[in-house]
């Protein structure tokens, strides 16, 4: 009789521990995988952007500068590649953008009379970036590389008009917000200063016309990660 008692204690014992074990497996937390930054991405975005517009006629004096101010959208394509190492993420990036900023003023002393403008069509830029995880899906970043761009000088008046159009080369800095919202989809929010140099557009009798083109853009995007 007392060797059945301690057979059963000894069942019920073996029982209760195997118990506690299957407990410990059914409570034991769910390990979530970290999100890694590593790969090639593509994406669209959207924005608007403006500056100065600068406008001068060398030898005639500093009276015969004109500055518009420029606004307009834009919105394009993004292709780049990430590579993270602990919490830095590096990489490179290009785009190519539509655009439709211009900056247009009167060109004389009197509203009505020929216009002077410049504008913007589509622009692209070839980046480094760099940043750093503020936690594993959010990333703070710098940006600044070559910039490449179109632009379209004109006068005119409500009869007849000229223009020229110049391909112009310059740079961009800028710096930005991205957060991986799934494994595959991130949204961006980025600043850019981009300048497109000054180019010499009007020449004739010795009187000549440069202009400089350089603006601000912010632009929202979202990527797909391969």
Do not use: C
């Not at 521990?17 to 890694?36: H, Q, R």
């Not at 518009?68 to 590579?83: A, D, E, I, M």
């Amino acid at each position: 009789m007392f060797s059945k008692r301690i057979a059963v204690l000894a069942a019920f014992s073996t029982l209760l521990s195997t118990g506690a074990f299957a407990a410990d497996i059914v409570s034991a937390p769910e390990v979530i995988p970290v999100f890694n930054w590593t790969g090639t991405y593509i994406g669209l975005n959207a924005g608007f952007g403006g500056g100065k517009f600068k406008h001068e006629m060398p030898g005639v004096g500093p009276a015969m500068s004109f500055n518009p101010s420029s606004n307009g959208f834009v919105g394009g394509v993004q292709v780049g590649y990430n590579y993270q190492i602990d919490q830095w993420v590096v990489g490179a990036e290009a785009d190519f953008q539509g655009a439709s900023i211009k900056g247009e003023t009167d060109l004389g002393f009197f509203v009505g009379g020929p216009k002077l403008g410049t504008k913007l069509d589509w622009y692209g830029t070839v980046r480094a970036r760099a940043g750093v995880l503020a936690t594993d899906r959010l990333l703070v970043y710098a940006t600044g590389g070559l910039a490449y761009g179109h632009t379209k000088t004109y006068i005119e008046d409500a009869v007849q008009g000229m223009s020229v159009s110049k391909t112009k080369a310059g740079w961009t800095v800028g710096a930005g917000v991205e957060y991986a919202v799934t494994d595959h989809v991130s949204l961006k929010t980025e600043y850019a200063y981009t300048d497109l140099g000054k180019a010499r557009v009007f020449e004739q009798g010795g009187f000549g016309l440069d202009r400089k083109v350089n603006f601000h853009t912010v632009k929202f995007g979202i990527n797909y990660k391969f």
